[in-house]
């Protein structure tokens, strides 16, 4: 079976797999390209990352995540029977204003 045979597989997860490829670091430019061109073909282009954003965007992602840990963090906090009324408050301002944020 080639490489550019997909037949009997699941083209989602084959796209899934190509898109790893493009977001690892430690692959070949080869490899990338090769990766782009199939996802060219597969009709899935709106997954290809460009150079110039695709730092942007894991930096965001990598910022959202920090976030996200940090309102779990505040979350637990609240539903921990061993914090303080005080530490509880707290995180609800936090949590309070992280929502206003959003809006």
């Known amino acids: 079976m080639s490489a550019a045979d997909n037949t009997g597989k699941d083209p989602i997860r084959v796209a899934a ?3 790893g490829t493009l977001a690892r670091g430690d692959v070949s ?3 990338k ?4 061109e199939r996802l060219k073909d597969m009709g899935c ?3 290809i990352a460009h ?3 695709s730092s942007d965007v894991r930096e965001k992602s990598e910022e959202e995540k920090h976030e996200n840990h940090v309102q779990g963090g505040y979350k637990a906090t609240l539903k921990n029977p061993n ?3 005080e530490a509880k408050e707290n995180a609800r301002q936090h ?9």
């Open 17 to 19: 797999g190509l898109k």
């Open 83 to 85: 914090v303080s009324e």
């Open 29 to 31: 430019d080869e490899a």
């Open 95 to 103: 949590l309070g204003s992280s929502e206003d944020k959003e809006v």
């Open 51 to 53: 150079p110039e954003s």
């Open 33 to 36: 390209n090769n990766a782009q």
């Open 45 to 47: 282009e709106e997954y």
